[in-house]
């Protein structure tokens, strides 16, 4: 059974109301922001080290601390187990996503630079992987639990998936929009590629563990390996590289993550894991229709 619906509610309006989707959805929001607060406050006493492997550690510590604020809303909350950060088999979901990301993203490179928009000139510094690895870890995380843990999985259980993943791809789209050298056609490419992707790869899974990896590992590579924009924001990788050509096959100042390549790949792998949920059953029906099924 998908873990749609609490756990036999009690009929209470107060629960009732309490555990309506939308409202489920604004208290999250609320335990997540305070949990970033909080670990904004800690940065601001033990500011990062750029450049230091300590930065790493600090970038694992917040993000544990903003996961901790979702698992507190969930617990206290929803009143129910915290089925998207099961232990059973997290290391093997993590692992997946961090190999499937990398991979990924070395694919899109491989088709940019055999169409001549990408070349190595030059190698960084190992220390600005420190940096990459830090920005990916806390983006992987936080963003995943926001969009995936909260808002695609909490409009499922009112819209379904087909309503929910193209309202939770069309935000994470948006979200981008905000960012340096960001245009319309990014974000539409970011909704394409990754919003679909990763929303596919939770109701596969179910669990947060290989879309945080997959997610984290795409920023990794992207910025730390290949020293390319990070949805706008520019990084200093292991490679240094040359871009040329136009925008639809470099993605521009953006970053590759706009272009045409990486949204053919993603998009033919999230469509290819949405034909494997569909397969075992995993789209979850809008409520109503689930209603009137049981009535």
Known sequence: MLPT??????HSRVWRFLHFPLVLLFVGF??????QVVASMFAKQWPPLKGSPISVLQAVAFAALIAGSYVAF???IERRPVYEFAAAGWVRELVAGLAGGTLLFSLVIGIIAALGGY??????????LYAAAALAILSGVVEEIVLRGLFFRLL????????????????????????PNATMSAAVAIALEA?????????????LWAAIGMHAAWNFAQGGIYGIAVSGFRQTGLLRP?????NWLTGGSFGAEASVPAVMVNLVFGVMLLVLAHRRGLFVDPVWVRRRSAA
Do not use: D, K
């Open 195 to 207: 919003g679909v992707m990763l929303a596919a790869l939770y109701m596969l899974t179910r669990r």
């Open 156 to 179: 499922e259980r009112l819209l379904g998936s087909w309503i929910a993943l193209a309202l939770s791809a069309a935000l994470f789209g948006a979200l981008h929009l905000g960012n």
């Open 30 to 35: 609320v335990f997540v922001f305070g949990g």
């Open 5 to 10: 619906e609490p756990n036999t509610p009690p």
């Open 74 to 76: 969930v617990r206290l």
């Open 242 to 246: 040359a871009i040329q050509g136009p």
């Open 119 to 128: 070349r190595v000139v030059g190698t960084g510094a190992v220390s600005s």
